[in-house]
Nanobody
Framework: QVQLVESGGGLVQPGGSLRLSCAAS????????MGWYRQAPGKQRELVAT???????NYADSVKGRFTISRDNAKRTVYLQMNMLKPEDTAVYYC????????WGQGTQVTVSS
């Protein structure tokens, strides 16, 4: 049973930073890609960032230059470093992994507000 567990969400002021973590219950070497999606109230889930084997990355235009995705294979964890946060980044952030099947975490709330 593959489980993805996110952590690191919370309330932050505009301009602040957060780092999200996604810990997998199995080795992440078999997943390609892994990534982060988000869903704001009343909106569809959207891609934030993905990372593939070989560590190539892809970002939504809205987060380029502010967010960085990375992975630590030994810790079976994928990270999302979020800097210069804006109120429009407020959403539930979901970890995603594609292996033989697609897997999702339960989500972690990020709220950017003064």
């Amino acid at each position: 049973q593959v489980q993805l567990v996110e952590s690191g969400g919370g309330l932050v002021q505009p301009g602040g930073s957060l780092r999200l973590s996604c810990a997998a219950s199995v080795s992440i070497l078999g997943f390609n890609p892994m990534g982060w999606y988000r869903q704001a109230p009343g909106k569809q889930r959207e891609l934030v960032a993905t990372i593939r084997r070989g560590d190539s990355t892809n970002y939504a235009d809205s987060v380029k230059g502010r967010f960085t995705i990375s992975r630590d294979n030994a810790k079976r964890t994928v990270y999302l470093q979020m800097n210069m946060l804006k109120p429009e980044d407020t959403a539930v952030y979901y970890c995603y992994a594609r292996g033989l099947l697609e897997y999702w975490g339960q989500g972690t709330q990020v709220t950017v507000s003064s």
